[in-house]
């Protein structure tokens, strides 16, 4: 029931970001176009393929990971081409923009717990650890951060990062089991042995 919930939001949030591109003559970014487009993959096929369920995890993570290398300049300088931010005192102002001003001394705590909480879900969503648990921390995170982007910097901006779709992608995921198992791994991989011994184990059970 929850799932299909999470497929019937992912969706509907597909159509509100598709009738903003066409209508709104809105544009997002080619690796942002990438993820939405797999999270459309993702819904069509309702989670059923686990390749597909795996596949929108690793980019999911990737996004987090490459906004949080954004904010440190890694992905370049401020003002380039598909930059965000380009260094931490940009991030922070940005988080400023977002929050409000009856909080403002609290935009650089914010800001660092930001990027912290991300790294995390970059880390757990890449590598499949406690791969429920994080997609359903992700859901959390992206829907706080959409109600901030939509009060603040206004809808446009926040479908221009797809942060609705993105959401939902990650509410299907936390109800798909896409963890990394390393005894199904060892199970198809034999180093050194250690795979049949596994097999021949699990045939005596």
Known sequence: M????AVGLALLALL????WLA????????????VLASIGVLAVTAGRFVVVDTTVRILLGALFAGSVA??????????ADGVSWGDY????????????????WSVPALAAIATGTETLLAIGLIFGVAAKLTAR??????IVFAAAMWTSVG??????????????????????????????????IPVAGLGQQTRRRGATR
């Not at 929850?2 to 919930?5: E, P, Q």
């Not at 988080?95 to 403002?104: K, S």
């Not at 921390?137 to 992206?142: D, I, K």
């Not at 990062?161 to 992608?169: K, P, Q, R």
């Open 2 to 5: 929850v799932h299909m919930i």
């Open 16 to 19: 509100i970001e598709l009738g």
């Open 23 to 34: 209508f709104a003559d809105g544009s997002v970014g080619s690796i942002t176009a990438v």
């Open 70 to 79: 954004d904010r440190f300049g890694l992905l370049g300088a401020p003002g």
């Open 89 to 104: 005192s940009a991030f922070t102002e940005y988080t400023r923009t977002l929050t409000p001003q009856i909080l403002d």
């Open 137 to 142: 921390a992700a859901t959390a995170v992206l």
């Open 155 to 188: 809808f446009d901006e926040m479908c221009s990062y797809g942060v609705l779709v993105v959401a939902s992608g990650a509410a299907i995921l936390s109800t798909r089991d896409t963890a990394l198992h390393l005894d199904k791994l060892l199970r198809h």
